[in-house]
């Protein structure tokens, strides 16, 4: 019984110091507030934005999904009128927000050979690429690769699905 109650009165002041020392982000920090916390390639910390942490990963997703994918004509890597739309918006928005480098990937559709598509997804990712230039974008931001017809955003083999390959992706990478 006397062990028992020794190890029932160990374990709650045990608990007692843990609830006592945890705790949450203190509310002497302003919520409007910014603090970058680490080295953002080599850190796994995060940017305090209000009362909710990002990390350098979410950061980069969060760049990301401001930009809409090129999509291309079947055997085609011109820009048409809704992708100059489309690269007018993404390349405003790339020059106005500093912090990330840009990965311009060119896919195909699954019809052709791979090295057909691999050539032809260089060429979708080099207009884009010079598209952004063009516009004013540094080139040490930006990169471009062919992934052909290997990462299809849609596996149907369908004209609909064709059509959502046949694109160039946006990836934000960290600077450098």
């Not at 691999?118 to 080139?139: F, M, S």
């Amino acid at each position: 019984m006397m062990k028992k109650t020794l190890a029932f009165a160990a374990f709650s002041v045990l608990l007692a110091t843990m609830v006592s020392t945890s705790g949450c982000r203190p509310d002497e920090v302003p919520p409007d507030s910014t603090i970058v916390v680490g080295d953002f390639a080599d850190s796994t910390d995060g940017i305090w934005v209000g009362d909710t942490t990002f990390s350098a990963y979410d950061m980069l997703l969060m760049y990301e999904q401001q930009l809409d994918d090129v999509f291309f004509g079947y055997d085609s890597y011109e820009l048409d009128q809704q992708a100059l739309s489309l690269m007018l918006e993404n390349a405003a928005y790339i020059m106005a927000t500093p912090g990330f480098r840009l990965l311009i990937e060119g896919h195909c559709d699954e019809r052709g050979t791979i090295d057909y598509n691999l050539a032809l997804g260089e060429k979708r990712a080099l207009a884009v690429y010079n598209y952004l230039v063009n516009y004013g974008i540094p080139t040490s931001r930006l990169e471009f690769v062919s992934y052909g017809k290997e990462r299809p955003f849609d596996p149907a083999h369908t004209e609909s699905a064709w059509a959502q390959n046949r694109r160039a992706h946006f990836r934000a990478l960290p600077e450098n």
